[in-house]
Nanobody, 126 residues
């Protein structure tokens, strides 16, 4: 029904920047809130950022607030995560996900997302 494909991950030095992208296909992308989550080895999946269907409302985890920016281009069916001032602790697999109800309000709750991409690896070297 919905396919999500992340891209843009890679290896960067601490303090550097990286932008990951999530391309969506299937059902109407523009009607759903979207989120980014990440999972480091041996750790549970954690919320990073979310954005409403219109792009007018965003929500960030405290650990990335002020450094990361989530955005979307509904015409391109794509959501982005711009990551600046990267730290080694940001190293993880980053996953894009679609919210299940099309709410205009972003949510950090992982169980409210029903479609997930395969993830893209982000490694920050010190």
């Amino acid at each position: 029904q919905v396919q999500l494909v992340e891209s843009g991950g890679g290896l960067v030095q601490a303090g550097g920047s990286l932008r990951v992208s999530c391309a969506a296909s299937g059902r109407t992308f523009s009607m759903y809130a979207m989120g980014w989550f990440r999972q480091a080895p041996g750790k549970e999946r954690e919320f990073v950022a979310a954005i409403s269907w219109s792009g007018g409302n965003t929500y960030y985890a405290d650990s990335v607030k002020g450094r990361f920016t989530i955005s979307r281009d509904n015409a391109k069916n794509t959501v982005y995560l711009q990551m600046n001032s990267l730290k080694p602790e940001d190293t993880a697999v980053y996953y894009c996900a679609k919210h299940n109800d099309g709410s205009i309000w972003p949510s950090p709750r992982v169980y409210e997302y029903d479609y997930w991409g395969q993830g893209t690896q982000v490694t920050v070297a010190s």
